[in-house]
Nanobody, 123 residues
Framework: QVQLVESGGGLVQAGGSLRLSCAASGRTFTRYTMGWFRQAPGKERETVAAISWLGQTHYADSVKGRFTISSDNSKTTVYLQMNSLKTDDTAIYSC?????????????????WGQGTQVTVSA
């Protein structure tokens, strides 16, 4: 079993920045792809960004150039640096992990999920 704990959410004004963290623990954590997803009220969950065990990255078009996904050297913590935030970025952000060497972009390809952290961007 893998446990994922997110942190770093909060309230920020439009144009501001936040950095989300997701710490993984549990069974030997190797060869996982990790992703960040978000869900706004009344909307479907969408993929924000993903990073493979080998460091390949994927971004939603809506966040390209503004958000950056990265991981630490141990690859047990993944970060989402969010810059130039917009009110449309307001959502609950969740990280997820899936056992795979290759990059996965769809939520249904992930096995383990965190509880989520609220990000609210005010105008």
């Amino acid at each position: 079993q893998v446990q994922l704990v997110e942190s770093g959410g909060g309230l920020v004004q439009a144009g501001g920045s936040l950095r989300l963290s997701c710490a993984a623990s549990g069974r030997t954590f190797t060869r996982y792809t990790m992703g960040w997803f978000r869900q706004a009220p009344g909307k479907e969950r969408e993929t924000v960004a993903a990073i493979s065990w080998l460091g390949q990255t994927h971004y939603a078009d809506s966040v390209k150039g503004r958000f950056t996904i990265s991981s630490d050297n141990s690859k047990t913590t993944v970060y989402l640096q969010m810059n130039s935030l917009k009110t449309d970025d307001t959502a609950i952000y969740s990280c997820a992990a899936g056992p795979s060497w290759v990059l996965k972009a769809r939520g249904d390809e992930y096995t383990y999920w965190g509880q989520g952290t609220q990000v609210t961007v005010s105008a």
